[in-house]
């Protein structure tokens, strides 16, 4: 009895130590996670992988497309290293987030790596995240990556306007961000109240590339257009509009009505310069589970080669030097020459105002 | 105690035949179960507030704490409520709401009612009809159904163009962006509920109180009305309590269909808050204390209508078979409602569907469309990454989840309708306070609860089946209250006279009498239970797949056919898991119909 007693105390006060040092899984002499992903030097692919081949699998949080994306990049992975797992758990930004951060608060570490549009800058902030290093950053411009280290970009987002073949004859189709103002349109139009993709990035474009007073005064006049607004998604909403409910789909991405084109949809994209685009960045978990196996999926999501995947499944892979299966998806591919790429901490930092601008103008 | 000529000499009949022989057996069966009473209360109680206190508790700290990025609890703050009272002082959403939820729980009752009545009561033909419309229409995933009626009602949609060439309109001629298009998709949703539950309770019903009536020469409306229809009110509060709260506090309807036409709900602001950063659910969680208060003194008025529940019992000693009701003529103009009923209620959206899913993008039905047929949707929808294990896991947690709540709330109900404990109402409280938790704040607090106390079901189906039990125990004790009601406690003395035990009494006598309500409510949390999607998503973990998330995931990122086509294939597994349940249910149950 006594004896067990002991034991019991003992055992808490290792489990106390192992908590207080930080580290889950960390044995004397090992590396830490902040060493292993900031690792910058000649043997670091070999030592990434004699490690990775100890952890055996990666657990991601993702809010790509599972069917389109995660799992051709999980084959090309697994192809590479055969001794690896990769395990994914699909959800929006919000749902990762939340999961992620009810997990940390109860000390359990599961996830290796999270992504998403805004979901690792929320994760940034609540201190979170751990900094890395990747070799491939070298390859990419400065907006597509942090200058910390913090996230890194697998492919990116463009919107535009879908309208419908059949109800809208090619001389009408608004150009301009002015066009869409013009009276033909009142009534036609329609968009989403999504946050990370609606009508609030929209909003937020507007404001940021035209100024705040002049993007006001636009909002207002778009205002009177009586534009119907869904919480469907984008997808949903350029449905609608080969459905002929709405000729016009405001903010939709251009991928989307371009698969639909291919499929004989009577529908098309139309690019409003500067065009909004948003970064899907990639992040690596504070308490990582699985540094090594972590750093080498990185790696490869952000190579040419794992680019070409996401080239494959028809997304628009953020490596300048890989474009779009389809070119004119992606700037300077022929169809438009400007974005505006809304840094995720601006997307995060402003985007309860513009939810809110969005609310207090276009819901009242 | 009697208000009803009809009941009243109802219950001179009961006293003058057998007074004292009931007065015995009361006071027998009290020895006999006391201590077995005490027991099922506290297992009953035990469960039900291990089930529904701390859910309730994260529900009431939501609202009166900001929290932090990561969710920790922040700061007390009354500002949810102050931002509560503004939205309600905007009379607009508040007169939509209501509007909203009186509409759609009137027309689903009236609808689901009606051919409850139809397919229990009388002799028209294609009765069978109604129990399979109600299933799979139920079994349709929501997102789908609600779709599915878009299409139609549209204003491209089949519907409005046929009205267009036959009126003669230039434009649309039904606007389905409306208030009236929001309750009228609403109450389709809940009339099988509805149908459910007061199939259940027509078919246990005194046929000698509608005989009296008729005896003393009311005519068949007059009995339906005065008699049959009164003897209902416990049925018929539950399904318009139930469905008025729940549309209430719905936004789901109110955003797909109300929002485009600029109908503005009390929930379309929550919505929208909602999706600020970091998440707040502080005016979700106000919003739902606040309809918390309304409901508690809701059940407790109802709690006082029934506490003479005798005047409701319709399951006595002496019969309780109704007698079908010969229609004459009338039989044809009541099949062919049933018929209008499960038109609308199930093909006409169920046709939509199927042909969004044969179609590579979306075109109104048409000859030329036909041309386009194909199957890549249904290819797509089965490439679908472990499909077959969200079936199973689907299946599994409904199978569980509807057994397990309809147990527990039948204990619940046994007490609260049985025994004369003070203070029961607010058990029935306690079993109705989930419906009004927010399924994002519920599962967050089932997430944070099962992360921190040492019990392994993180991660597992287990977690999922305890948030299930959960959420549906309020729709369980709906259908086992009313149920009970009806039954008459002498069914139960008379077996304790006789030397049964207080569980072989539940098990031969109570069980099998209420098998309609008890089937009925299965079923429909069966049904239910497929569709859960506010909690899933966050309880699911990568070995735990659920379908409802899966359909989910494709109305958020995919084409409307592959939607469709997954939508199909689902619903055809669904309702066929039902109607085997029920029919073996009715075959093999004690009670043979």
């Known amino acids: 009895m006594v004896r067990s007693k002991a034991t019991v105390v003992a055992s808490c006060i290792a489990l106390v130590a192992l908590v207080l040092s930080g580290g889950v899984g960390r044995t004397a002499g090992a590396a830490t996670v902040e060493e292993i992903a900031l690792m910058n030097r000649a043997d670091r692919q070999k030592i990434l992988v004699e490690g990775a081949k100890k952890e055996g699998k990666i657990s991601w949080y993702t809010t790509l497309i599972v069917d389109q994306v995660v799992r051709p990049v999980k084959e090309a992975f697994e192809k590479e290293y055969p001794f690896l797992q990769v395990e994914f758990f699909r959800g929006n930004a919000e749902r990762l987030v939340q999961k992620m951060f009810a997990e940390y608060q109860a000390k359990r570490y599961d996830v290796d790596i999270i992504d998403g549009t805004v979901s690792p800058t929320m994760v940034r902030r609540a201190n979170?995240?751990?900094?890395?290093?990747?070799?491939?950053?070298?390859?990419?411009?400065?907006?597509?990556?942090?200058?910390?280290?913090?996230?890194?970009?697998?492919?990116?987002?463009?919107?535009?306007?879908?309208?419908?073949?059949?109800?809208?004859?090619?001389?009408?189709?608004?150009?301009?961000?002015?066009?869409?103002?013009?009276?033909?349109?009142?009534?036609?139009?329609?968009?989403?109240?999504?946050?990370?993709?609606?009508?609030?990035?929209?909003?937020?474009?507007?404001?940021?590339?035209?100024?705040?007073?002049?993007?006001?005064?636009?909002?207002?006049?778009?205002?009177?257009?009586?534009?119907?607004?869904?919480?469907?998604?984008?997808?949903?909403?350029?449905?609608?509009?080969?459905?002929?409910?709405?000729?016009l789909a405001l903010h939709i991405f251009n991928h989307h009505a371009y698969i639909s084109k291919s499929a004989g949809a009577p529908v098309d994209w139309q690019p409003h310069e500067p065009v909004t685009a948003t970064i899907q960045t990639i992040a690596l978990a504070k308490n990582t589970p699985h540094p090594h196996a972590a750093m080498l999926l990185l790696d490869f999501v952000m190579s040419e080669k794992g680019q070409k995947v996401f080239q494959q499944a028809n997304y628009l892979p953020s490596h300048p030097k890989v474009p779009a299966k389809q070119a004119d998806l992606k700037p300077g591919g022929g169809r438009f020459k400007r974005a505006y790429y809304i840094d995720p901490d601006v997307q995060y930092d402003k985007g309860n105002e513009w939810v809110e601008y969005f609310n207090n103008v276009f819901m009242k | 105690m009697a208000k009803h000529p009809s009941t009243q000499a109802y219950d001179f009949s009961l006293k003058s035949a057998g007074a004292r022989a009931t007065r015995n057996a009361a006071a027998l069966g009290a020895a006999l179960h006391f201590d077995v009473v005490t027991c099922v209360m506290i297992a009953v109680l035990l469960v039900t507030g291990y089930l529904v206190l701390p859910p309730l508790y994260s529900v009431v700290q939501t609202s009166l704490f900001t929290t932090r990025l990561t969710g920790e609890i922040d700061q007390f703050t009354l500002q949810y409520y102050r931002n509560l009272l503004s939205e309600l002082r905007v009379l607009g959403p508040l007169l939509n709401t209501l509007y909203f939820s009186l509409g759609a729980s009137l027309l689903a009752t009236l609808l689901g009612g009606s051919v409850a009545w139809i397919v229990t009561r009388t002799d028209a033909p294609l009765r069978g009809l109604g129990y399979f419309t109600a299933f799979a229409s139920f079994g349709t995933p929501f997102i789908l159904y609600t779709i599915g009626w878009l299409l139609l009602l549209g204003k491209a949609g089949p519907i409005n163009s046929w009205l267009k060439a036959w009126l003669d309109q230039s434009g649309p001629v039904i606007n389905v962006y409306s208030l009236l298009g929001m309750i009228f998709i609403e109450s389709l949703l809940w009339s099988p509920f509805v149908f459910l539950m007061l199939a259940a309770a027509f078919r246990s019903m005194d046929p000698s109180l509608e005989e009296a009536s008729a005896v003393c020469g009311a005519r068949l409306w007059q009995t339906m009305r005065r008699v049959s229809l009164r003897l209902m009110l416990p049925a018929f509060f539950s399904v318009v309590l139930l469905i008025f709260i729940r549309s209430f506090e719905s936004f789901e309807i109110p955003a797909l269909v109300g929002l485009p036409g600029d109908i503005r709900v009390l929930t379309t602001s929550i919505y929208l808050d909602a999706q600020k950063l970091p998440p707040q659910y502080g005016n979700a969680g106000a919003f739902s204390v606040l309809l918390m208060f309304i409901v508690a003194a809701t059940l407790y008025l109802y709690f006082r209508i029934t506490r003479e529940g005798d005047r409701f019992h319709t399951v006595t000693g002496k019969g309780y078979r109704p007698t079908v009701i010969h229609l004459g003529r009338w039989r044809y103009l009541a099949a062919s409602g049933l018929f209008l009923y499960s038109v609308v209620l199930l093909v006409l959206p169920f046709l939509i569907i199927l042909w969004a899913s044969l179609l590579p993008f979306y075109?109104?039905?048409?000859?030329?469309?036909?041309?386009?047929?194909?199957?890549?949707?249904?290819?797509?929808?089965?490439?679908?990454?472990?499909?077959?294990?969200?079936?199973?896991?689907?299946?599994?947690?409904?199978?569980?989840?509807?057994?397990?709540?309809?147990?527990?709330?039948?204990?619940?109900?046994?007490?609260?309708?049985?025994?004369?404990?003070?203070?029961?109402?607010?058990?029935?409280?306690?079993?109705?306070?989930?419906?009004?938790?927010?399924?994002?704040?519920?599962?967050?607090?089932?997430?944070?609860?099962?992360?921190?106390?040492?019990?392994?079901?993180y991660g597992t189906l287990w977690i999922l089946w305890i948030a299930f039990v959960t959420r549906y125990i309020p729709y369980g004790i709906r259908y086992t209250h009313s149920g009970l009601l009806q039954l008459h406690k002498e069914l139960e003395e008379a077996s304790y006279v006789s030397g049964a035990s207080w569980s072989g009494s539940m098990r031969r006598i109570v069980l099998p009498l209420i098998t309609p309500s008890f089937l009925g409510g299965w079923v429909f949390i069966f049904l239910l239970s497929a569709k859960e999607l506010s909690m899933s998503v966050l309880l699911v973990s990568p070995q735990t797949p659920v379908v409802s998330v899966a359909i989910f995931e494709l109305w958020e990122n995919a084409q409307v056919g592959e939607l469709a086509a997954f939508g199909v294939i689902w619903s055809a597994i669904l309702v066929s898991v039902a109607i085997v349940y029920y029919l073996i249910a009715r075959r093999y149950g004690v009670q043979q119909s």
Do not use: C
Request: net charge positive; glycine share 8%.
């Open chain 2, 363 to 457: 075109i109104q039905p048409s000859f030329e469309a036909l041309g386009k047929f194909t199957l890549k949707n249904y290819i797509t929808a089965l490439h679908f990454p472990k499909i077959t294990d969200s079936i199973k896991n689907s299946i599994l947690l409904g199978l569980g989840s509807a057994s397990a709540v309809m147990v527990l709330t039948l204990f619940a109900s046994w007490l609260l309708v049985r025994t004369k404990i003070r203070g029961r109402w607010l058990l029935d409280l306690l079993t109705t306070l989930p419906l009004l938790f927010p399924g994002i704040v519920m599962g967050l607090a089932i997430l944070r609860f099962y992360l921190l106390v040492p019990i392994p079901v």
């Open chain 1, 128 to 247: 979170l995240l751990q900094r890395f290093y990747s070799p491939v950053f070298a390859d990419y411009p400065a907006e597509l990556k942090d200058s910390q280290g913090y996230w890194g970009s697998t492919n990116l987002y463009f919107f535009a306007t879908g309208y419908n073949t059949n109800m809208v004859k090619a001389n009408e189709v608004p150009k301009t961000y002015e066009d869409l103002l013009n009276p033909r349109w009142k009534g036609q139009m329609m968009w989403s109240t999504s946050r990370g993709s609606g009508a609030p990035i929209m909003i937020g474009t507007i404001l940021n590339t035209m100024g705040a007073e002049a993007g006001k005064a636009y909002l207002q006049k778009l205002k009177a257009q009586n534009i119907a607004k869904s919480t469907a998604s984008n997808r949903q909403i350029l449905d609608l509009t080969i459905a002929g409910e709405y000729p």
